[in-house]
């Protein structure tokens, strides 16, 4: 089995590539499963319904959120229409949602999570506690986990990575939008990436015209946040291929497209 995960979509750039080119990833790589991170799908903020529907019409089997998953104030009331959107697991009950869930795909049983970090991220629970309380719960009941770790920092993926070795079969860091070289599989069997990286524009700052961010950096005055539209644009993600019998990840390769037009 392989798995196709790709890091967050930014603003209609990012969608309009996945529309472009996902299909013919899927029949290179001979992908089974597709992982997308949407949360900032819509403006670079969020996902409004309208732009999950659009999503939802490519080859995507789940898409996972992140810290601006409530954003867009409407995804309050229309995420419980879309039982394939998985947002952090560490916000509190009250939110609507699931943090993660089952899918029956290619004869197995895929438990997909979503998680945030905390250094540097909004103050929620901790998230190795937090796996703690609920693995549990799923324990046995999938054939493969998969998590997608939405964090700041470097150090705490890479610990996050460590603390689920041997029990999750993917751990990937989202967030940063700025791909790490460091896939591999981790000593206890699971397929590790510190962060999947961005997928949209190439020549902004994280997806931002370069020119706002530079100006903020040098002046110190505040400017409206403009996502850069312009080509080239950029698909930053992982294959994992899974063994069928042991359920092991065998090989994980790093995705860095670059499409000109």
Not at 14 to 24: A, I, M
Not at 75 to 82: D, Q, T
Not at 165 to 194: C, F, M, N, W
């Amino acid at each position: 089995m392989k798995i196709l995960m790709i890091g967050d979509v930014v603003s209609r750039p990012g969608r309009t590539v996945l529309k472009e080119q996902l299909d013919s990833l899927i029949e290179e790589y001979q992908i089974d499963f597709t992982i997308v991170n949407g949360e900032n799908a819509s403006g670079g903020n969020g996902i409004t319904e309208k732009n999950a529907r659009e999503l939802f019409n490519l080859p995507i089997d789940v898409m996972t959120m992140g810290n601006h998953v409530w954003q867009q104030k409407e995804m309050v009331n229309y995420i419980e229409k879309f039982p394939r959107i998985i947002r952090p697991l560490n916000y509190p009950a009250p939110c609507p949602g699931k943090g993660y869930d089952f899918f029956e795909h290619s004869g197995k049983t895929i438990c997909v999570m979503n998680l945030s970090g905390q250094i540097f991220m909004p103050e929620l629970d901790s998230p190795f506690n937090l796996f703690s309380r609920v693995w549990p719960e799923i324990e046995g009941k999938f054939d493969l986990l998969i998590v997608d770790f939405h964090a700041e920092a470097t150090s705490e993926k890479i610990a996050f990575g460590y603390y689920l070795d041997g029990k999750a079969s993917i751990v990937v860091g989202t967030h940063t939008h700025v791909q790490t070289a460091d896939e591999r599989i981790l000593p206890g069997g699971t397929a590790y990436i510190t962060d999947l990286g961005m997928t949209g524009p190439l020549n902004g700052v994280i997806g931002v015209e370069k020119d706002i961010i530079i100006g903020n950096m040098v002046t110190k005055r505040p400017e409206r946040f403009v996502i850069e539209k312009a080509r080239p644009w950029q698909i930053n993600g992982i294959v994992v291929e899974v063994d069928d019998m042991t359920n092991q990840p065998v090989k994980i390769e790093r995705i860095y497209r670059i499409y000109e037009e």
